[in-house]
């Protein structure tokens, strides 16, 4: 067990619609990433928020966005979903800024399907 | 600016046989060096880690990898397969720059033949 938490585990929806994703950290870590995971793709890294603030970006779309909130919890909205959205989506998280050598704790995903 | 490169998206390899799987990394600075394993339906778990205290490093599950800065590499291995075996593995890189973030190779997944 990581000590990383993502709810749901599991979203079907329908294209145009939009969803939370919603995860809590590793007790004690500060920093939270997400990323997105497709067959096509392969592991994507989205954004990362570290103690609040955005710490760096990367092929995340517009249509995304992300908060960390002041209990460390993060959540990823999307909207306006497309076929192409469908994916894992996984959190992370450490202790630091991700400048260390502070391993990357996984959640066990949210599978999103949109149909 | 740091990238990862796995050698193999398919690796196939039969129980008790010896796995390889390639990394090669660039990195303008001294980097730090990671393999993760995902089993099917989960998250990724750290295997192994490299820090520059040691450039033989012995990760869980008898994994073990060799930080080599001449060939730009950090293959990881495992002398005798075991079904349990069969993931995907991911290298992956970071350093001590405030700018950069943890970059992921495109992961090498391991086949294990009975």
């Known amino acids: 067990d990581s000590g990383v938490t993502q709810t749901p585990k599991h979203l079907i929806t329908a294209t145009g619609q939009r969803v939370t994703l919603r995860c809590s950290p590793r007790?004690?870590?500060?920093?939270v990433y997400w990323y997105q995971q497709s067959l096509d793709q392969g592991l994507q890294f989205l954004i990362q928020y570290y103690n609040g603030e955005e710490r760096a970006k990367g092929n995340i779309l517009e249509r995304f966005s992300a908060q960390q909130f002041p209990d460390l919890h993060s959540e990823l909205n999307l909207s306006s979903l497309e076929l192409g959205d469908s994916a894992l989506y996984f959190c992370?998280?450490?202790?630091?800024?991700?400048?260390?050598?502070?391993?990357?704790?996984f959640g066990n995903g949210t599978r999103l399907t949109v149909t | 600016a740091q990238s990862v490169t796995q050698l193999g998206s398919h690796v196939s390899v039969s129980e008790g046989a010896l796995v390889l799987l390639r990394c090669n990394y660039s990195s303008s600075v001294p980097p730090y060096l990671f393999w993760y394993v995902q089993y099917p339906n989960q998250g990724l778990q750290l295997l192994l880690k490299y820090t520059s205290a040691a450039t033989l490093v012995k990760g869980i599950n008898g994994f073990e990898a060799e930080f080599k800065k001449s060939e730009t590499s950090f293959h990881l291995t495992k002398p005798s397969a075991h079904m349990s075996d069969a993931a995907e593995y991911f290298c992956a890189v970071t350093h001590m720059n405030r700018d950069d973030k943890i970059i992921f190779g495109k992961g090498t997944r391991l086949h294990i033949l009975p």
């Open positions: 007790s004690g870590d500060l920093s």
């Open positions: 992370a998280s450490s202790v630091d800024g991700g400048e260390g050598d502070s391993p990357l704790h």
